[in-house]
Nanobody, 126 residues
C-alpha cells in the first residue's frame, strides 16, 4: 500500500510562483512513474507533468513547458512541481499519482496511476 500527500497549493497573483510537493510513503521501492494532474471546476482531470521517481525522465503538457519544472528527491520519496509564470488558467486542484508498474510510455493517461493524493488547491488571480 502506498500513500501520497500533496502540499504547497495557495492563492497567488498571475505571474507568481508556487512549488508543490508530493511525498510517498508505504511500499515505495522501485522507479515508479509519478504524474501531476489538475482538475478545474467543471472540467475533466488533465495531465500536467510526469517524472520517474529517480528523476531521470520528465515530460510536460505543452501549455506548461518552460514554466513548470518537475523534480524528484528519491531519498525523501518526494516529487516537486515548481510552477513559475502562473496564469489564471492554471487554477485547479492539483493531484499527484503514482504508477507502481513504471509505465513511462503511458505517462499521460490518468488510468495507469493506481495511487492518488488528496489534491492541493492552486488559485491564480488576474
Amino acid at each position: 500500500q502506498v500513500q501520497l500527500v500533496e502540499s504547497g497549493g495557495d492563492l497567488v497573483q498571475a505571474g507568481g510562483s508556487l512549488r508543490l510537493s508530493c511525498t510517498a510513503s508505504g511500499r515505495t521501492n522501485g522507479n515508479y512513474v509519478m504524474g501531476w494532474f489538475r482538475q478545474a471546476p467543471g472540467k475533466e482531470r488533465e495531465f500536467v507533468a510526469a517524472i520517474t521517481l529517480s528523476g531521470t525522465n520528465t515530460y510536460y503538457r505543452n501549455s506548461v513547458k518552460g514554466r513548470f519544472t518537475a523534480s524528484s528527491d528519491n531519498a525523501k520519496k518526494t516529487v516537486y512541481l515548481e510552477m513559475n509564470g502562473l496564469k489564471p488558467e492554471d487554477t485547479a486542484v492539483y493531484h499527484c499519482g503514482l504508477d507502481p508498474r513504471g509505465r513511462w510510455g503511458e505517462r499521460t493517461d490518468s488510468r495507469i496511476y493506481y495511487y492518488w493524493g488528496q489534491g492541493t488547491q492552486v488559485t491564480v488571480s488576474s
